[in-house]
């Protein structure tokens, strides 16, 4: 059981290049979240998929696009990267049966735009 | 809309001593609040969770929680501090729907031999 997964760990792109970061999890939640983590300004939310099939833009969606593939994937695209993306990105996922609420978080991608 | 503010962006305790975290919220219905923790290059790990139940809250390792309406509060404590306590530390809260989530900015936690 590896929880959620975030390919890859680190990422160099030159301004303007394309990218896409994948996630996935084997827990079969149905909700899906990806967050951007900036000194001193927390995580941010940038879109979010509460059932397959199905996603919503959070707090800071300029920029990104998102593909929820199927109920285990949930990919993160920029299509043009800026200096202003560089940053470190988070994958979570949630149970949406129970009550839970209880978010489980991948390690991370570290993303630097030159 | 819904906010979590955290005061101190950085607290130091000595071994042994009360950690307190503060961290207070806005939401114009019922919240759901946590607490996560992370380690250096690591994502976010739950602590502990206040979901309308019991308002103290225990969570692992030794952290706890009081939701306090009135004061629109959940500080985080524990009675001791060890040095595998320091890391950074996240309040975050959702409304009903558990859709969206609100962080704060986070509060580094050192702790001094």
């Known amino acids: 059981n590896a929880g959620v997964t975030q390919t890859p760990k680190f990422q160099v792109l030159k301004t303007g290049q394309s990218m896409t970061l994948q996630c996935a999890q084997d827990?079969?939640?149905?909700?899906m979240y990806w967050y951007r983590q900036d000194p001193g300004m927390g995580l941010r939310l940038i879109y979010y998929?509460?059932?397959?099939?199905?996603?919503d833009k959070g707090e800071v969606p300029n920029g990104y696009n998102v593909s929820r593939l199927n109920k285990r994937e949930f990919s993160l695209r920029l299509e043009s990267a800026a200096p202003s993306q560089t940053s470190v990105y988070f994958c979570?996922?949630?149970?949406?049966?129970?009550?839970?609420?209880?978010?489980?978080f991948g390690p991370g991608t570290r993303l630097t735009v030159t | 809309a819904q906010s979590v503010t955290q005061l101190g962006s950085h607290v130091s305790v000595s071994e042994g001593a009360l950690v307190l975290l503060r961290c207070n919220y806005s939401?114009?219905?019922?919240?759901?609040l946590f607490w996560y923790v992370q380690y250096p290059n690591q994502g976010l790990q739950l602590l502990l969770k206040y979901t309308s139940a019991a308002t103290l809250v225990k969570g692992i390792n030794g952290f706890e929680a009081e939701f306090k309406k009135s004061e629109t509060s959940f500080h985080l404590t524990k009675p001791s501090a060890h040095m595998s306590d320091a890391a950074e530390y996240f309040c975050a809260v959702t409304e009903n729907t558990g859709n969206q989530f609100y962080f704060g900015t986070g509060t580094s936690l050192t702790v001094i031999p």
């Open positions: 998929s509460a059932s397959e099939g199905t996603t």
């Open positions: 939401s114009s219905v019922p919240p759901y």
């Open positions: 827990m079969n939640h149905n909700s």
């Open positions: 979570a996922s949630k149970r949406t049966s129970g009550g839970s609420y209880e978010q489980y």
